[in-house]
Each structure stands twice: as C-alpha cells, then as structure tokens.
C-alpha cells in the first residue's frame, strides 16, 4: 500500500522561504510523474507543479519564478522548494501522482502571513 508523508509546512511570513519534502512508500516512486497540490479554505485542491520521470517540470502560472520542484529518485523523495511566499500561498499542500493515483496523505499546512 502507497503512503505519501508531506512534511516542511509552517507559518511564514510574506516574502519568506519554505521548502516542502514528500516523501514515498510501498511503490516504484521513480517512473510515476509526481506534483504537489494546494487546497486553501473553502477552495477546491488544485495542481502546484509536476515532475515527469525525467524531471521535466510545469508549473501553475501563479506560482511561476517563486516555487521549484525537484525529485530525488533514489530516496523516493519530491520537493518543493517555496521562495517569495504571499498571503495567497497559504494552503494545506499534498503530494500525489499526477493523475493524483494514489491515497492522499495528512499534508502540510502552509501559513503565510502579510
């Protein structure tokens, strides 16, 4: 059985930094494209980023210039490295396949005050 465990998450204030980590068992990490997702009070989850297999990356175009995803295959871990963070990036973030495949795990809050 899959298991993702977001962690990094915290209060932040604008124009700060955080760096997310989610980190995967039970199943071959490497050939599945990943992303990171937000879902904000009252809001429906959206899609932050994703990561190909190869590392090719998109990215939702708010978030564009300020956030970074990265994957390190071998420790069946994903990043998302968070710079310029706003008010509007406050969300709880989950990490999943990116045809969200798999069960969602706790996530991570993400506060960022003005």
């Known amino acids: 059985q899959v298991q993702l465990v977001e962690s990094g998450g915290g209060l932040v204030q604008a124009g700060g930094s955080l760096r997310l980590s989610c980190a995967a068992s039970?199943?071959?990490?490497?050939?599945?494209?990943m992303a990171w997702f937000r879902q904000a009070p009252g809001k429906q989850r959206e899609k932050v980023a994703r990561?190909?297999?190869?590392?090719?990356?998109n990215y939702l175009d708010s978030v564009k210039g300020r956030f970074t995803i990265s994957r390190d295959n071998a420790k069946n871990t994903m990043y998302l490295q968070m710079n310029t963070l706003t008010p509007e990036d406050t969300a709880v973030y989950y990490c999943?396949?990116?045809?969200?495949?798999?069960?969602w795990g706790q996530g991570t809050q993400v506060t960022v005050s003005s």
């Open positions: 039970g199943t071959i990490f490497s050939i599945n494209p």
């Open positions: 999943n396949t990116d045809r969200s495949m798999w069960s």
């Open positions: 990561i190909t297999s190869g590392g090719s990356t």
